[in-house]
């Protein structure tokens, strides 16, 4: 987070807990993603949800950039940053359709969109349910905006990636398999380099893996045509490469620590 984390106090009962802190704060902030693309893959099947996906990931990683997830709940802030997220695209969706696909997805434990587990009553949400989450979804909403100063612009790479691409004479459906996979897998990166580095150099960057594993030649300093610096490139690339590993260790920790999506569940596991 931008500020100072507010847990640090110099007893010594508090300098244990915020050693597990950077730990919960990473688990804290990936989780939502996986569950975000699941989301919307099973709310909106009609379209290519990737642009609607990648938006409520970046609107959920500025807010938690300004705000603490001892404040705001991660389920209700991912469930707001989904509903945001698709008013922005061509294919809106209800309130209603968000809360129960993400109440599905906590509740079930190894969901999936193509073959879901055996649906029973334990996951239906019922009506006094609904109206909790939408109220609270709403109200996060409007704090999102808020503190976003109503910005809710996001730049993203993948049609320059395409353009790159056709201007390199290599566009080809599995090297464009491959680049879009990198700049997916990306959003899940702890140095949120979707915020951090322009649409050209990300667009570049996964460009150069892509090619890399598909064996395609291209010419030399290939990236300089598109304005991206050599430093900017290898930090990204690195960052590219690892968010697989990274993505394991927090996927091992959130089963450790069992969900965190509510506030409560937050302070209780900072207070062990």
């Known amino acids: 987070m931008a500020s100072p984390p507010p847990w640090k106090s110099p007893s010594d009962g508090a300098a244990a807990r915020s050693s597990r802190a950077p730990d919960c704060s990473s688990a804290c902030r990936s989780p939502p993603t996986p569950t975000t693309s699941r989301a919307l893959e099973l709310i909106v099947t009609e379209f290519s949800p990737q642009p609607a996906i990648a938006t409520s990931i ?24 989904l509903y945001l997220a698709s008013k ?6 209800k309130p209603r359709n968000i809360i129960n696909t993400t109440l599905y997805l906590v509740r079930t434990p190894s969901p999936s969109p193509i073959s879901p587990a055996e649906t029973t009553q334990e996951y239906y949400v019922d009506e006094h349910t609904y109206h909790l989450h939408r109220t609270r979804l709403l109200s996060v909403e409007t704090e999102i ?9 996001t730049a993203l790479p993948y049609a320059l990636a395409v353009n790159y691409a056709q201007a390199l004479d290599c566009l080809g459906k599995p090297l464009l398999g491959r680049v879009f996979g990198y ?4 959003l899940l990166s702890p140095s949120c380099v979707y915020l951090t580095h322009q649409p050209n150099a990300l667009a570049a960057a996964a460009l150069y893996l892509a090619a890399r594993d598909e064996g395609v030649k291209l010419p030399e300093v290939w990236w300089e045509v598109f304005d991206v610096e050599r430093e900017d490139l290898g930090f990204l690339v690195a960052g590219m490469r690892g968010v697989a590993e990274f993505v394991g260790v927090q996927k091992e920790k959130w089963r450790e620590l069992g969900g965190l999506w509510e506030v409560e569940q937050v302070e209780e596991e900072l207070r062990r």
Not at 145 to 153: I, N, R, S, W
């Open 88 to 93: 922005l695209s061509e294919n809106p969706t």
């Open 58 to 81: 970046l609107l959920y990683q500025r807010f938690f950039l300004l705000r603490t997830f001892r404040t705001f709940s991660i389920l209700t802030t991912a469930q707001a940053a």
């Open 145 to 153: 905006l808020k503190a976003l100063g109503y910005d809710t612009h």
């Open 183 to 186: 700049l997916s897998d990306v």
